[in-house]
């Protein structure tokens, strides 16, 4: 069975960073387009970033997040990351690390368990 285990989250100060990571179990990241996602407390869903192997690894950042966050990938580890700068308290969610088969992020064919990002004032 595939699975994505995330792993980094925990309790930061406003302005502080933190790491990431997404584990890929029974999957070969380098035919996946990786994504990070994040759903605050009572908010839908949203897209942060994600990695394609198509013509490089290129990366999307959505616009809250650009400039602060940085997607990338380990293909020798089948590990993505999110390293996250400049923390404030909206960026307070349980991140998710999903995975779509192809050379875009489109459904995500698998998902992670979620790590939670508490962000202090």
């Known amino acids: 069975q595939v699975q994505l285990v995330e792993s980094g989250g925990g309790l930061v100060q406003a302005g502080g960073s933190l790491r990431l990571a997404c584990a890929a179990f029974g999957l070969t990241l380098r035919t996946y387009t990786m994504a990070w996602l994040r759903q605050a407390p009572g908010k839908e869903r949203e897209f942060v970033a994600s990695?394609?192997?198509?013509?490089?690894?290129?990366?999307y950042y959505a616009d809250s997040v650009k400039g602060r966050f940085t997607i990338s990938r380990d293909n020798a580890k089948n590990t993505v990351y999110l390293q996250m700068h400049t923390l404030n308290p909206e960026d307070t969610a349980v991140y998710y690390c999903?995975?779509?088969?192809?050379?875009?992020?489109?459904?995500?064919?698998?998902w992670g368990q979620g790590t939670q990002v508490t962000v202090s004032s």
């Open positions: 999903a995975a779509s088969f192809g050379t875009r992020f489109v459904t995500p064919n698998y």
């Open positions: 990695i394609t192997w198509s013509g490089g690894s290129t990366t």
